[in-house]
Protein backbone atom coordinates (compact mmCIF):
# COMPACT_ATOMS: atom_id res chain seq x y z
CA UNK A 1 0.00 0.00 0.00
CA UNK A 2 1.50 3.44 -0.87
CA UNK A 3 2.19 5.60 2.15
CA UNK A 4 3.89 8.75 3.01
CA UNK A 5 4.85 9.49 6.41
CA UNK A 6 5.77 12.56 7.67
CA UNK A 7 7.56 13.92 11.13
CA UNK A 8 7.48 15.43 13.57
CA UNK A 9 4.17 15.46 13.75
CA UNK A 10 4.36 18.87 16.25
CA UNK A 11 7.20 21.07 15.96
CA UNK A 12 7.72 24.40 18.04
CA UNK A 13 10.71 26.66 17.13
CA UNK A 14 11.31 30.20 18.17
CA UNK A 15 11.62 33.01 15.35
CA UNK A 16 14.45 32.70 13.64
CA UNK A 17 15.61 29.75 14.28
CA UNK A 18 15.53 26.85 11.14
CA UNK A 19 14.32 23.95 11.52
CA UNK A 20 13.85 20.74 8.70
CA UNK A 21 10.96 18.15 8.80
CA UNK A 22 10.72 14.60 7.36
CA UNK A 23 8.94 12.73 4.61
CA UNK A 24 9.54 9.16 4.20
CA UNK A 25 7.62 7.44 1.06
CA UNK A 26 6.83 3.92 -0.02
CA UNK A 27 4.84 5.13 -3.04
CA UNK A 28 6.39 3.09 -6.08
CA UNK A 29 6.77 3.98 -9.17
CA UNK A 30 7.72 7.23 -8.23
CA UNK A 31 6.97 10.41 -10.10
CA UNK A 32 7.35 13.53 -8.28
CA UNK A 33 6.82 14.36 -4.70
CA UNK A 34 5.39 17.87 -3.61
CA UNK A 35 5.23 19.87 -0.38
CA UNK A 36 2.47 22.04 0.38
CA UNK A 37 1.98 24.56 3.15
CA UNK A 38 -1.57 24.82 4.83
CA UNK A 39 -2.14 28.04 6.85
CA UNK A 40 -5.66 27.34 9.32
CA UNK A 41 -8.20 27.60 7.93
CA UNK A 42 -6.89 27.34 4.24
CA UNK A 43 -6.30 25.29 1.36
CA UNK A 44 -2.77 24.13 0.77
CA UNK A 45 -0.84 25.90 -1.36
CA UNK A 46 2.30 23.88 -3.12
CA UNK A 47 6.15 25.05 -1.91
CA UNK A 48 7.93 22.91 -4.10
CA UNK A 49 7.84 19.99 -7.20
CA UNK A 50 10.66 17.50 -7.71
CA UNK A 51 10.83 14.72 -9.65
CA UNK A 52 13.21 11.43 -9.27
CA UNK A 53 15.81 13.32 -10.92
CA UNK A 54 16.34 16.46 -8.58
CA UNK A 55 17.77 16.57 -5.38
CA UNK A 56 17.29 20.01 -4.67
CA UNK A 57 15.01 22.35 -4.80
CA UNK A 58 14.15 26.08 -3.34
CA UNK A 59 11.83 27.98 -2.85
CA UNK A 60 13.04 31.61 -0.89
CA UNK A 61 14.04 30.38 2.32
CA UNK A 62 12.55 27.00 2.00
CA UNK A 63 14.68 24.23 0.54
CA UNK A 64 13.90 20.77 -0.12
CA UNK A 65 15.45 17.73 -1.17
CA UNK A 66 14.59 14.45 -2.49
CA UNK A 67 17.12 11.15 -1.93
CA UNK A 68 15.03 8.91 -4.46
CA UNK A 69 16.67 6.02 -3.87
CA UNK A 70 16.29 5.90 0.20
CA UNK A 71 12.58 7.43 -0.32
CA UNK A 72 13.24 10.00 1.92
CA UNK A 73 12.31 14.09 1.47
CA UNK A 74 12.98 17.34 3.78
CA UNK A 75 12.07 20.20 3.67
CA UNK A 76 14.78 22.82 5.76
CA UNK A 77 13.45 26.10 6.91
CA UNK A 78 15.58 28.90 7.30
CA UNK A 79 15.33 31.97 9.42
CA UNK A 80 11.85 31.47 10.28
CA UNK A 81 8.97 33.70 10.52
CA UNK A 82 6.19 33.85 12.43
CA UNK A 83 4.08 33.50 9.37
CA UNK A 84 5.75 30.05 8.59
CA UNK A 85 3.31 28.78 11.29
CA UNK A 86 1.33 26.43 9.19
CA UNK A 87 1.28 22.61 8.36
CA UNK A 88 3.28 21.56 5.97
CA UNK A 89 2.17 18.44 3.75
CA UNK A 90 3.92 16.20 1.75
CA UNK A 91 2.30 14.68 -1.35
CA UNK A 92 3.78 11.78 -3.57
CA UNK A 93 2.14 11.06 -7.46
CA UNK A 94 3.23 7.67 -9.21
CA UNK A 95 2.38 9.28 -12.06
CA UNK A 96 2.60 12.33 -14.12
CA UNK A 97 -1.27 13.95 -14.42
CA UNK A 98 -3.61 12.06 -12.83
CA UNK A 99 -5.70 13.30 -9.85
CA UNK A 100 -6.38 9.71 -8.66
CA UNK A 101 -2.50 8.74 -7.41
CA UNK A 102 -1.59 11.37 -4.84
CA UNK A 103 -0.33 10.02 -2.06
CA UNK A 104 -0.93 12.60 1.05
CA UNK A 105 1.13 12.68 4.36
CA UNK A 106 -0.36 13.63 7.64
CA UNK A 107 1.77 16.72 8.00
CA UNK A 108 3.61 18.60 10.53
CA UNK A 109 2.07 21.09 12.44
CA UNK A 110 4.88 23.92 13.05
CA UNK A 111 4.21 26.75 15.45
CA UNK A 112 6.72 29.72 15.11
CA UNK A 113 7.09 31.62 18.59
CA UNK A 114 8.60 34.71 19.87
CA UNK B 1 -7.85 35.83 -11.40
CA UNK B 2 -9.34 34.08 -8.16
CA UNK B 3 -8.19 30.90 -8.57
CA UNK B 4 -10.23 27.96 -7.37
CA UNK B 5 -13.68 29.36 -5.41
CA UNK B 6 -15.35 27.11 -2.91
CA UNK B 7 -18.81 28.10 -1.22
CA UNK B 8 -19.75 28.04 1.04
CA UNK B 9 -17.06 28.31 3.83
CA UNK B 10 -19.08 26.78 6.24
CA UNK B 11 -22.36 24.79 7.07
CA UNK B 12 -24.35 22.50 9.32
CA UNK B 13 -26.62 19.90 8.33
CA UNK B 14 -29.13 17.46 9.94
CA UNK B 15 -28.86 13.73 9.22
CA UNK B 16 -30.88 12.88 6.23
CA UNK B 17 -30.36 16.30 4.45
CA UNK B 18 -28.92 17.11 0.93
CA UNK B 19 -27.19 19.92 -0.09
CA UNK B 20 -24.01 20.87 -2.87
CA UNK B 21 -21.07 22.54 -2.35
CA UNK B 22 -20.03 24.55 -4.91
CA UNK B 23 -16.65 24.76 -6.87
CA UNK B 24 -15.63 26.71 -9.91
CA UNK B 25 -11.98 27.61 -11.02
CA UNK B 26 -11.07 30.49 -13.99
CA UNK B 27 -7.77 29.43 -14.77
CA UNK B 28 -8.99 26.67 -17.77
CA UNK B 29 -7.37 23.96 -15.80
CA UNK B 30 -8.40 20.61 -17.21
CA UNK B 31 -8.46 18.45 -14.00
CA UNK B 32 -10.52 19.12 -10.46
CA UNK B 33 -10.86 16.75 -7.57
CA UNK B 34 -12.63 16.99 -4.47
CA UNK B 35 -11.01 16.26 -0.95
CA UNK B 36 -11.59 15.77 2.39
CA UNK B 37 -9.56 16.61 5.44
CA UNK B 38 -10.21 14.92 8.93
CA UNK B 39 -7.85 15.03 11.86
CA UNK B 40 -5.05 12.76 12.12
CA UNK B 41 -5.47 11.78 8.27
CA UNK B 42 -4.14 12.60 4.95
CA UNK B 43 -6.15 14.29 2.46
CA UNK B 44 -8.00 12.19 0.57
CA UNK B 45 -9.73 11.56 -3.07
CA UNK B 46 -13.48 11.65 -3.39
CA UNK B 47 -14.25 12.39 -6.81
CA UNK B 48 -12.23 13.65 -9.56
CA UNK B 49 -12.33 14.95 -13.50
CA UNK B 50 -10.12 14.91 -15.95
CA UNK B 51 -12.19 17.17 -18.27
CA UNK B 52 -15.47 18.22 -19.09
CA UNK B 53 -18.42 15.45 -19.11
CA UNK B 54 -15.75 12.63 -17.51
CA UNK B 55 -16.25 12.00 -13.97
CA UNK B 56 -14.41 8.83 -11.69
CA UNK B 57 -14.14 7.75 -7.97
CA UNK B 58 -11.48 8.31 -5.88
CA UNK B 59 -10.40 6.63 -2.61
CA UNK B 60 -13.77 7.49 -0.58
CA UNK B 61 -17.02 8.02 -3.20
CA UNK B 62 -19.69 6.59 -1.18
CA UNK B 63 -22.43 8.85 -0.37
CA UNK B 64 -21.27 11.47 -3.10
CA UNK B 65 -21.90 12.84 -6.17
CA UNK B 66 -20.48 15.04 -8.83
CA UNK B 67 -20.88 16.46 -12.15
CA UNK B 68 -18.96 17.74 -15.09
CA UNK B 69 -20.74 19.66 -17.78
CA UNK B 70 -18.30 22.84 -17.92
CA UNK B 71 -14.71 23.40 -17.53
CA UNK B 72 -14.74 25.81 -14.86
CA UNK B 73 -17.54 24.22 -12.35
CA UNK B 74 -17.25 20.65 -10.51
CA UNK B 75 -19.72 20.75 -7.64
CA UNK B 76 -20.28 18.04 -5.19
CA UNK B 77 -23.48 16.75 -3.69
CA UNK B 78 -23.69 14.79 -0.89
CA UNK B 79 -27.43 12.74 -1.19
CA UNK B 80 -28.44 12.11 2.38
CA UNK B 81 -25.75 13.64 4.81
CA UNK B 82 -24.75 11.49 7.80
CA UNK B 83 -22.57 12.39 10.43
CA UNK B 84 -19.58 10.77 9.16
CA UNK B 85 -19.15 13.25 6.71
CA UNK B 86 -18.80 16.06 9.15
CA UNK B 87 -15.19 17.23 7.63
CA UNK B 88 -13.27 20.06 5.78
CA UNK B 89 -14.00 19.61 2.17
CA UNK B 90 -11.27 20.73 -0.51
CA UNK B 91 -11.74 21.42 -4.35
CA UNK B 92 -7.92 21.53 -6.37
CA UNK B 93 -7.56 22.05 -9.88
CA UNK B 94 -4.81 21.32 -12.54
CA UNK B 95 -3.37 21.05 -16.22
CA UNK B 96 -1.61 17.76 -16.48
CA UNK B 97 2.12 17.38 -16.72
CA UNK B 98 4.16 16.27 -13.86
CA UNK B 99 5.88 20.08 -13.47
CA UNK B 100 2.55 21.37 -12.55
CA UNK B 101 1.29 21.50 -8.78
CA UNK B 102 -2.22 21.53 -7.29
CA UNK B 103 -4.32 24.57 -6.91
CA UNK B 104 -6.51 24.05 -3.71
CA UNK B 105 -9.77 26.29 -2.81
CA UNK B 106 -9.91 27.59 0.39
CA UNK B 107 -12.37 24.34 1.64
CA UNK B 108 -15.83 23.98 3.13
CA UNK B 109 -15.83 23.10 6.58
CA UNK B 110 -19.11 20.83 7.30
CA UNK B 111 -21.04 19.51 10.15
CA UNK B 112 -23.60 17.03 10.61
CA UNK B 113 -25.47 17.15 13.47
Known amino acids: KNQVEQSPQSLIILEGKNCTLQ??????????LRWYKQDTGRGPVSLTI?????NTKSNGRYTATLDADTKQSSLHITASQLSDSASYIC?????????????FGTGTRLQVTL | NAGVTQTPKFQVLKTGQSMTLQCAQDMNHEYMSWYRQDPGMGLRLIHYSVGAGITDQGEVPNGYNVSRSTTEDFPLRLLSAAPSQTSVYFC????????????FGSGTRLTVV
Open chain 1, 50 to 54: MTFSE
Open chain 1, 23 to 32: CNYTVSPFSN
Open chain 1, 91 to 103: VVSPSTGTASKLT
Open chain 2, 92 to 103: ASSNPGQYLGYT
